[in-house]
């Protein structure tokens, strides 16, 4: 079985950080061409810190829109932001503090207030044009880049196997916490926000992930109670898994000669 949506994979991670941060670039420019704007969300984790720094650092990515762009969370744990649990801390070291974007338009998830939900939500009213999406009945921000990553229990965004922000279907954001939600408590997107996105980006390396995307790849059918990143399917977008050959389980080749 095939992973949904396309999947590029990459022997090395330079190619790889290089063809995640094309299309990337290709969504900016697209949606600043469309809209004047453009609203990418980011994950956390330590998977993606390479390639932000990378969007820092390599000459390619220079031509970036950064001052048309708004950057957001996937989803965030409730601690502050001077935590090293923080994703924004590490998205903020690594990227945004070193790229030409307005203030204004980063917007780190106000985790400690008292209900961030809808605090976050607010702020994506205060600057998302909301339409109705006829096409596939919903009413919200449509997000025109989402860098999600995947947890070795195949969680994404803080959706984890079995917890209660999996069923949430009338909000953009929930809290996400209990048993089943590896500590600290979460804030995330939810399924109907992501997948109203325009593109979603899947990010995964290492040989650590290589088992959960074999799970993924054999699943047949969606189980997002099981497996919570089949249950991400863009609606009426993109869907595109960056993977290492050790994360896609691509055995090197024996080279000629060897014992
Ligand atoms: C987080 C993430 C989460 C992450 C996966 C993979 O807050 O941790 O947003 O969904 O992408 O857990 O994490 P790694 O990249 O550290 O393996």
């Known amino acids: ?5 396309e999947t590029v994979v990459e022997a090395e991670l330079e190619e790889l950080f290089e063809a995640l941060g094309r299309e990337l670039g290709y969504a900016m420019h697209s949606a600043v061409n469309a809209r004047q704007v453009c609203h990418i969300a980011l994950s956390g984790g330590s998977t993606p ?17 950064w001052d048309s762009v708004h950057v957001w969370m996937v989803d965030e ?8 649990r923080n994703n924004f801390k590490m998205i903020r070291e690594c990227l945004v503090d070193h790229v030409p974007i307005k203030r204004r338009s980063i917007h780190p998830m106000p985790v400690l207030t008292a209900d961030p939900a809808a605090a976050y939500e607010q702020e ?5 044009v909301i339409r109705e999406n006829d096409a ?15 947890g070795q229990d195949a969680h994404t965004a803080s959706l984890f196997p079995g917890s209660s922000a999996l ?15 590896t500590p ?31 799970q993924v790849r054999n ?6 109670r099981k497996l919570p990143i089949t249950g991400v399917r863009p609606n009426n977008g993109a869907m595109i898994w960056f993977l290492d050959e050790a994360a896609a389980g691509v055995t090197p080749q024996e080279s000629p000669g060897s014992p």
């Open 1 to 5: 079985m095939a992973l949904f949506g």
């Open 49 to 65: 810190e390479p390639f932000y720094m990378r969007l820092v650092t390599d000459p390619l990515f220079r031509g970036l829109p």
């Open 77 to 84: 744990r409730r601690v502050s932001e001077t935590d090293p």
């Open 124 to 128: 994506m009213r205060d600057h998302i």
């Open 136 to 150: 596939f009945n919903f009413r919200g921000p449509r997000f025109d880049f989402l860098l999600l990553g995947i």
């Open 167 to 181: 069923d949430v279907a009338d909000r953009w954001i929930t809290v996400n916490e209990g048993p089943r939600v």
């Open 184 to 214: 600290p408590p979460r804030l995330t997107m939810t399924y109907p926000l992501i997948n109203a996105a325009r593109q979603v980006a899947v990010l995964a390396t290492g040989a650590d992930k290589s088992q959960v995307i074999a």
């Open 219 to 224: 699943a047949g059918k969606p189980d997002p």
